[in-house]
């Protein structure tokens, strides 16, 4: 009968048969159950809710800039339109996701600053339709996009400077985007 002998390494090395049988089957269990739990952490924290509000605000600002542009270089107004009502020379058409609408919702409270929209609130729905002319002026100052949680604004001032403002949820108040 041959007894097995023990392999002792020298101290600060590794042993050697350890290192090449890899990891056990409870190390592997272990390190899977920690990514799990690390991974559900992080998912809980992604909001996925206003990744269409996202791409609209970023088509939405492409549409908005590529329409002062268009108006300053043709020396006549450019109009901002939803993708449906057609195009044409002086259109830029916009597609909205299915989940976003216009306008902002009556529980979000009007940004920082900026008086209650009249037109708007009085006729109960945003205009869709916003036209830009050579000197940088539009059919009106303020857009709204929302997803029913969440809205986005857009400001345009006097001298054709587009700001964006982003209402977030979990912190009940507007932001600065970009």
């Known amino acids: 009968m041959s007894a097995a002998v ?67 270089a043709m020396g006549r107004p450019v109009t901002v339109a939803p993708a449906g009502e057609g195009g044409g020379p002086g259109i830029i058409p916009v597609r909205l996701p299915r989940k976003v609408s216009w306008g902002k919702p009556p529980r979000i409270p009007m940004p920082p600053g900026m008086d209650p929209t009249v037109r708007a609130a009085s006729a109960g729905e945003a205009h869709p339709r916003i036209t830009i002319t050579p000197r940088r002026t539009a059919t009106a100052s303020a857009w709204f996009l929302n997803d029913g949680r ?29």
């Open 6 to 72: 023990p392999s002792f390494a020298p101290a600060g090395r590794p042993d050697r048969r350890r290192s090449l049988l890899g990891f056990t089957t409870v190390e592997t269990l272990v390190t899977l159950g920690i990514a799990g739990i690390l991974g559900l952490a992080g998912l809980s924290l992604l909001d996925l809710g206003s990744v269409d509000l996202l791409v609209a605000q970023q088509d939405l600002q492409g549409c908005l800039e590529q329409a002062v542009f268009q108006a300053r």
């Open 150 to 178: 969440e809205a986005v604004c857009f400001r345009l001032s006097g001298h054709g400077h587009l700001q964006v403002l982003r209402y977030r949820l979990r912190s009940l108040r507007w932001e600065r985007v970009g």
